[in-house]
């Protein structure tokens, strides 16, 4: 079955402890992304990658990290959570050739 | 800055009401994507619109791209309480990077039976 896979999918920590999302899919897709969603702020695009080895900015990239070693996995890492990254967070992946994004089930985190 | 422009941002409405959504920007987009997300997972794609002033049908929906690739709509004919969720509109822009794609924030809709 075609899917994007995060974990964990609940995540609740202190800030300043280092923690990582991982993002796995099984689709041989070139495009990953990840996204946070937060009330009133939609869909906001932290970072992407176009290939391994590959990594971009998006939007609200402060404060996180991405790394593309391997095609099919694109981790998170945020070095020193904050309060303000308390959100939910989705990493997507698309291929090349196609226009649909698939989601993971995301990952809602709270930092305290 | 945003983007892509969604209205409204929620709606209630009853069963069998028909309703009408938009996504609006100043941006020319190559193509744009209509999502919807159910509470506790993930968006899922409904309909890619690529050419201007494309119109394509999915069951009870219709979705349009504007002339100008700059706006799209989505029109529920009927609605039913199944049709309850966070739907997105999403664009791909001229220009821009293939894996950088753009989201509205979202319309809410609730239709109650």
């Known amino acids: 079955e075609a899917q994007v896979t995060q974990n964990p999918r609940y995540l609740i920590t202190v800030t300043g402890k280092k923690l990582t999302v991982t993002c796995s899919q099984n689709?041989?897709?070139?495009?990953m992304s990840w996204y946070r969603q937060d009330p009133g702020l939609g869909l906001r695009q932290i970072y992407y990658?176009?290939?391994?080895?590959?990594?971009d900015k998006g939007d609200v990239p402060e404060g996180y990290k991405v790394s593309r070693k391997e095609k099919r996995n694109f981790p998170l890492i945020l070095e020193s959570p904050s309060p303000n990254q308390t959100s939910l967070y989705f990493c997507?992946?698309?291929?090349?050739?196609?226009?649909?994004?698939?989601f993971g089930q995301g990952t809602r985190l709270t930092v305290v | 800055t945003q983007l892509l422009e969604q209205s409204p941002q929620f709606l209630s409405i009853q069963e069998g009401e028909n309703l009408t959504v938009y996504c609006n920007s100043s941006?020319?987009?190559?193509?744009l994507q209509w999502y919807r997300q159910e509470p506790g997972e993930g968006p899922v794609l409904l309909v890619t619109?690529?050419?201007?002033?494309e119109v394509k049908k999915l069951k009870r929906l219709t979705f349009q791209f504007g002339d100008a690739r700059k706006d799209s709509s989505l029109h529920i004919t009927a609605a039913q309480p199944g049709d309850t969720g966070l739907y997105l509109c999403?664009?791909?822009?001229?220009?821009?990077?293939?894996?950088?794609?753009?989201f509205g924030k979202g319309t809410k809709l609730s239709v109650k039976p």
């Open positions: 999403a664009g791909a822009r001229y220009g821009g990077s293939q894996g950088n794609l753009i």
């Open positions: 941006s020319v987009f190559s193509s």
């Open positions: 689709m041989n897709h070139e495009y």
């Open positions: 619109v690529v050419t201007g002033g």
């Open positions: 990658s176009m290939n391994v080895e590959v990594t």
């Open positions: 997507a992946s698309r291929g090349v050739d196609s226009r649909e994004a698939f």
